[in-house]
């Protein structure tokens, strides 16, 4: 067993993400660099119900580790079950998602509705740390609005009930996406507690990673729709350049990803039709690769995230892969999803552009 301190030491982590952080992509994104994976949140009670489609979500793999299983509870018993089975499948450590704010799971007072509950939140914490002997991590957000950042004085009761780390996505539950993270708050949480802190919100390229990571001294980062959008970023990380992939490389990497899914949910009509699924809804995200080049963007990303500023557009591109990977239509991803999946030739002609996006063709041109 591997501890905190060791786990999290100068390591870039790939985000819990529902969806997202597939036991293929989380391989993927190890191949290109990530360090640390962390899966999908899974509901403790459906894991101690043992319902299959929960229990997948706690598989893991001999090249994916470190590996955290991430459970949503508000319930000890259940807590208590779920930790075990997921220590018992493979898990490096268990870490309790405490910023979910979608309203379905925080109407059941589950995900950010903890950071309302601070002794219910602490009593979780407690349970984790009895139930297994893996390390416990917590995921939080700054609170769950501006006028309740409570953040520190969570992150303080989870280490006196037996965290050995903290991540913090420096925005409030009712924020959403809206406002830049805040790694001020990020830089105060890693001053104030002596276990390891992971600090998350809007990485997007290698610089925005090494200045947040060094003005805020925390001892990792975690990275979400960045490793959605270019997963190359953690190998990004890693040399501090950025790497730009043609419209060929990219190709190659979802490629790579149908060779894992396949490895991983099998080849028969089935498991295609999954991997499909999850390739367009890959596309939606790895759509929206641009090529940033630093001299261009690097001083504005340090005054205002890239990823929370709606970049500036570039006229569609239409022709060729390129123009293909760049689009953000369902049929352009099933058609990409298809040539992935080795069905359709990568000459093939694409689908037609949709009326919207023709339209913003002709207007790009009409500008020149
Ligand atoms: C598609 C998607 C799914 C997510 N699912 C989860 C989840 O299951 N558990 C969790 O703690 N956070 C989840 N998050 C939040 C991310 O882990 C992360 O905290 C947030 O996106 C901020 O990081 P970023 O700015 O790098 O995207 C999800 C985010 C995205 C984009």
């Known amino acids: 067993m591997t501890d905190a301190r060791t786990l999290f030491s100068k390591a870039l982590v790939l985000a819990p993400m529902t969806k997202g952080s597939n ?15 962390v ?15 929960e229990l997948a979500l706690l598989r893991t793999h001999p090249t994916d580790h470190p590996f955290g299983a991430q459970l949503a509870d508000r319930h000890d018993a259940t807590l208590d ?34 950071l ?14 009895k139930a297994v002997s893996l390390p416990i991590t917590v995921k939080l957000r700054l609170g769950w ?13 989870a280490v006196d009930a037996g965290a050995d780390a903290i991540t913090l996505h420096g925005r409030t539950r009712e924020q959403r996406y809206s406002k830049a993270a805040d790694w001020d708050a990020i830089a105060a949480l890693k001053a104030s507690v002596d276990v390891p802190v992971i600090g998350n919100g809007d990485l997007l390229t290698w610089w925005e990673i090494d200045e947040r990571w060094t003005k ?78 630093d001299a261009t963007y690097r001083q504005d990303a340090w005054s205002h995230p890239l990823l929370q500023t709606r970049l500036p557009d570039p006229p569609p591109i239409t022709d060729g892969l390129e ?20 069905e359709v030739a990568e000459d093939a002609p694409h689908p037609p552009l949709p009326e919207s996006t023709r339209e913003a063709v002709v207007e790009a041109e009409a500008k020149g």
């Open 23 to 37: 036991l293929p992509y989380r391989r993927l994104c190890r191949e290109l660099g990530a360090d640390v994976t």
């Open 39 to 53: 899966g999908e949140m899974a509901l403790a009670r459906h894991v101690a119900q043992k319902k299959r489609a």
């Open 81 to 114: 079950v779920a930790a075990k089975v997921a220590a018992e499948r493979g898990a490096d450590f268990v870490d309790l998602n405490c910023g979910c704010p979608i309203d379905e799971f925080t109407r059941k007072g589950l995900g950010a509705a903890l």
């Open 116 to 129: 309302q509950h601070p002794a219910k939140f602490a009593r979780l914490v407690a349970t984790l740390r």
């Open 145 to 157: 609005n501006d006028d309740t950042k409570n953040f520190l004085e969570l992150a303080r009761l």
């Open 216 to 293: 805020s001294g925390v001892d990792a980062v975690m990275i979400s729709r960045g490793a959605l959008i270019k997963p190359w970023i953690f190998q990004e990380a890693k040399e501090k350049r950025t790497i730009h992939k043609t419209g060929a490389e990219r190709l190659a990497i979802l490629r790579r990803y149908v060779e894992l899914a396949r490895e991983h949910f099998g080849t028969d009509d089935h498991a295609t039709v999954r991997i499909r699924m999850f390739l367009v809804w890959h596309l939606a995200f790895f759509c929206r690769y641009r090529h940033l080049p």
């Open 323 to 342: 123009g293909l990977l760049a689009r953000v239509d369902k049929a352009a991803h099933e058609h990409v999803a298809a040539i992935a999946l080795g």
